[in-house]
C-alpha cells in the first residue's frame, strides 16, 4: 500500500504540471562505485546509472544500481525514484526533492528509505536540508526462512539529511572542483553523526556532456569521543543532456 501511495503522489504531481510544460529534456548519467569499508571483505565495485526527464521547473528521476564484485548476494543492490520542482521565495531560488530510495542487504533483508530534501545554491555555495524516514524489513523468503513471527521491521522517523558543498569555480563554469560534507548520497544514508567527506572534479567536454570523478571518505563517529575510519570509494562518471 505505501508504494502504491508514493506512486499516486508521483503520477499526481505529474499530471497536475503536464499542462504547463515548455521545455523539457532528457537527462542521462553512469557512474562506478570502487573501494572497500570495513564490511566489504575487500574490493567492492558497483555500477549505477540514472535517467531524469526535466519540463520547466520539475524533474522527474528514475535511479538503478548493481553490484559486480563484492561480499553482497544480491545483483540489483539499489533502485529509487526523485521528483523535484525549483521554487522561489521572494528572490532565493531552491530545489524540494520527494524521494525513495530502496537498497537490499541480501536476498532476505532489505532498507527502504523515502523522504523530503530542500537544497539551495549560493554563489559558490550549495547546502541541503531534508528528513527520512528508513525501514529495515525481511521479505517472504527470510521470514519463511527463520521462521519469524509478529514484527519483522525496523522503522526509523525523521533522520536528519544534509550537505554543505563548496565549488572553486562559480556555476556554469567548464571545470570546477568541490568539496563537501554530507550524511547522504545516491543510495546510501548514514545517521546524523557519521558524515562522509566528499571531494569532487568536474569537466564539460561540451554543453551535452560532462565527466566527473569523485572521492569519498567514510567514519564512524565524527561528532563523537572516538572517531574510526570506515571506508573509502571512488567515483568515475559521466553525465549526458538531450534536449
Not at 195 to 218: C, H, K, N, V
Request: glycine share 10%; net charge positive; aromatic share 18%.
Amino acid at each position: 500500500m505505501r508504494k502504491q501511495a508514493v506512486l499516486h503522489v508521483v503520477f499526481s504531481f505529474l499530471f497536475c504540471f503536464h499542462g504547463y510544460v515548455a521545455v523539457a529534456q532528457f537527462q542521462g548519467g553512469a557512474y562506478a562505485d570502487l573501494g572497500m569499508n570495513n564490511v566489504s571483505e575487500g574490493l567492492f565495485v558497483r555500477m549505477a546509472g540514472n535517467a531524469a526527464y526535466q519540463f520547466d521547473k520539475n524533474t522527474l528521476e528514475v535511479l538503478f544500481r548493481t553490484d559486480l564484485l563484492g561480499n553482497r548476494e544480491v545483483f540489483v543492490s539499489g533502485y529509487g525514484l526523485r521528483v523535484s520542482r525549483e521554487a522561489t521565495i521572494r528572490t532565493l531560488p531552491f530545489k524540494v526533492t520527494g524521494f525513495f530510495v530502496a537498497t537490499p542487504f541480501s536476498d532476505i533483508l532489505r532498507e527502504t528509505n523515502w523522504g523530503l530534501t530542500a537544497g539551495m545554491q549560493r554563489n559558490q555555495w550549495f547546502f541541503l536540508l531534508g528528513t527520512n524516514f528508513r525501514t529495515y524489513a525481511y521479505n517472504k523468503k527470510g521470514i519463511d526462512r527463520y521462521g519469524l513471527e509478529g514484527n519483522t521491521r525496523l522503522r526509523e522517523n525523521w533522520n536528519l539529511m544534509y550537505a554543505v558543498n563548496y565549488y572553486f569555480r562559480p556555476a556554469g563554469h567548464s571545470w570546477n572542483v568541490m568539496v563537501g560534507v554530507t550524511n547522504a548520497d545516491h543510495f546510501l544514508i548514514h545517521q546524523e553523526t557519521n558524515p562522509m567527506l566528499q571531494l569532487q572534479g568536474t569537466y564539460s567536454i561540451d554543453p551535452r556532456f560532462r565527466l566527473f570523478m569523485e572521492a569519498w571518505y567514510q567514519q564512524a563517529g565524527m561528532f563523537n569521543i572516538n572517531v574510526h575510519y570506515f571506508g573509502f570509494f571512488i567515483r568515475p562518471g559521466i553525465v549526458w543532456y538531450i534536449n
